[in-house]
């Protein structure tokens, strides 16, 4: 097909910016025990992930309209991210979305029938699907680890209360909530966040930490390249009868740019009952994961009757890897090439994962990078087939299977 090299170009970029978490084995926080994950228990995790938004779409238009390769990715990197598992689903408080997590580790999503992934038993986890947004197509890969966060990891009941804190420098406030060893907040003054908060854990001595990094990548031919990052970290500590402070230390790179911004403090005391409207006081986290999840419930599901049988439930063949792509557009052949060139992606990201859990598991060279290497192993690889292909008439929606052989 013509359009294969595009293809093998977009699924090859997915790959550069992933780099798995090196953990061989899950443990909490404070007491570094190892867990047995599966099947998954109710209750509360640290959720530690990244997430990389492609823009797949317009990376396929811009290649057909000018015959030059185009990168759009943006990485997101949470660190500190509290979320709860229970009546078989986790929810992301970040992306708010639902991700079904059955017995043996395999996750799904009842609102977005394109996400599948794994959860492994050592608490690393992957899943990755399709985004329309503003009309266009966009892959999602997310990866990350889980670790349990039981009472004994998390503050007491001396913590509990309402905290206003103010920027000492900037005199920006917000206010935030601590309960049940967990900390909620916003900013007061109606300035766009630029990020959802996320609510964290509070330590046993009432230190928290938590961070977020945005990398772009933008590339257009092989001269117009732009590779930024933007990102902070928070650390703070709560002093039972005393107050609160918060340090938080900005940083950007790229773009002939690298360097770190003085610490913003925040300190504050606990509000007194009242002193602000309740509709202004954050939502405890119980509220939040409850409020979260009513809202997706209320979200339209589709309809598996308009899937191929193979898309829903892919194929398991010892030696080989499997992903799908979809695409809705009235052009049947352009939905198709979008729909491949998705499939491409998700199939790269796949193998990384493979490659990547192997080189860990039988270690590595020391002056070898792990992440080159993966790469090197992945382009190497990657010579996918397509095996399926079928377009719905009634909802223009074509759909596209990928075969890889991994018996290399």
Not at 12 to 17: E, G, M, P, S
Not at 291 to 316: C, F, M
Not at 336 to 358: C, D, H, K, P, Q
Request: hydrophobic fraction near 35%.
């Amino acid at each position: 097909m013509k359009y294969q090299q595009f293809f093998l170009s977009v699924a090859l970029i997915a790959i550069t910016v992933i780099c798995l978490s090196c953990a061989s084995s899950v443990k909490t926080p404070e007491t570094e025990a190892e867990v047995s994950f599966l099947p998954l228990n109710a209750g509360w995790y640290q959720y530690d992930f990244e997430r990389t938004f492609k823009g797949i779409e317009d990376e396929y238009n811009f290649a057909k309209a000018t015959g030059m390769k185009m990168v759009q990715e943006l990485t997101w990197k949470y660190t500190g991210v509290v979320c709860r598992f229970e009546e078989g689903v986790l929810f992301d408080p970040v992306t708010g979305i639902e991700l079904s997590i059955d017995s043996e580790g395999m996750i799904s999503c009842a609102e977005n029938i394109s996400i599948k992934g794994k959860l492994e038993n050592n608490g690393r986890f992957f899943w990755s699907g399709l985004k329309e947004e503003h009309g266009r197509l966009n892959s999602i890969f997310v990866k990350g680890d889980l670790s349990p966060l039981p009472p004994s990891v998390r503050g007491g009941g001396e913590f509990d209360g309402v905290y206003r804190l103010i920027d000492t420098g900037t005199g920006r406030e917000m206010l935030t909530k601590i309960s049940g060893g967990f900390y909620t907040w916003h900013y007061l003054d109606g300035k766009e966040a630029g990020f959802t908060p996320w609510p964290t854990l509070i330590r046993p001595d009432g230190s928290f930490t938590f961070s977020m990094d945005l990398t772009t990548v933008m590339e257009m031919g092989e001269m117009q390249k732009m590779n930024y990052s933007t990102g902070f970290t928070s650390n703070g500590k709560v002093v039972p009868g005393q107050g609160i402070s918060i340090e938080e230390i900005s940083r950007s790179a790229g773009m002939g740019q690298n360097q770190s911004g003085g610490p913003q403090i925040y300190a504050g005391t606990a509000i007194r009952s009242g002193e602000y409207p309740n509709d202004a006081i954050p939502a405890d986290i119980e509220n939040l994961v409850r409020a979260g999840r009513a809202a997706v419930k209320i979200e339209p599901k589709p309809n598996p009757a308009q899937y191929p049988s193979w898309y829903l439930r892919p194929p398991v063949k010892s030696g080989f890897l499997y992903a799908s792509g979809e695409k809705t557009f009235a052009v049947k052949e352009t939905a198709f090439a979008m729909a491949e060139a998705a499939a491409a992606a998700n199939i790269a990201e796949t193998l990384w994962v493979r490659i990547e859990s192997s080189i860990l598991d039988n270690s590595v060279n020391g002056e070898t990078r792990v992440d080159e290497r993966i790469k090197t192993e992945t382009l190497q690889r990657l010579d996918y087939r397509i095996v399926e292909r079928h377009y719905n008439d009634v909802t223009h929606t074509a759909f596209v299977l990928a075969e890889l052989s991994v018996d290399q």
